[in-house]
Nanobody
């Protein structure tokens, strides 16, 4: 069993930065990939990025590439989403997800474990 607890988020002006954290507890051997997703009102949950633990390889949606960075601190069992140069269209509830997976899925279904979600609001 894996539990994911998110922190961070909030309100920021366009061009600003925020960092989200996702702390994993429980059986960490059941995690090989962590992903970040977001969901804006009236829209489907969309892939933001992910990290593969074995290689520390990261993958990003085109909409955030060059602005967002995913990293992991294995000693702290925490994955981070650093968001820079934020735009109003980045406003959404952000979720971390994790699973024992091959590759980094860009759709929500394969991920078995989810954080509680955190609101990110970017004002113009």
């Amino acid at each position: 069993q894996v539990q994911l607890v998110q922190s961070g988020g909030g309100l920021v002006q366009a061009g600003g930065s925020l960092r989200l954290s996702c702390l994993a507890s429980g059986d960490s051997s059941r995690i090989s990939v962590s992903g970040w997703f977001r969901q804006a009102p009236g829209k489907e949950r969309e892939f933001v990025g992910g990290i593969k633990y074995s290689s520390a390889s990261t993958y990003y949606a085109d909409s955030v590439k060059g602005r967002f960075t995913i990293s992991r601190d294995s000693a702290k069992n925490t994955v981070y989403l650093q968001m820079n140069n934020l735009r109003p269209e980045d406003t959404a509830v952000y979720y971390c997800a994790a699973g024992l997976l091959l590759g980094v899925p860009t759709v929500p279904a394969p991920y078995r474990n989810w954080g509680q979600g955190t609101q990110v609001t970017v004002s113009s």
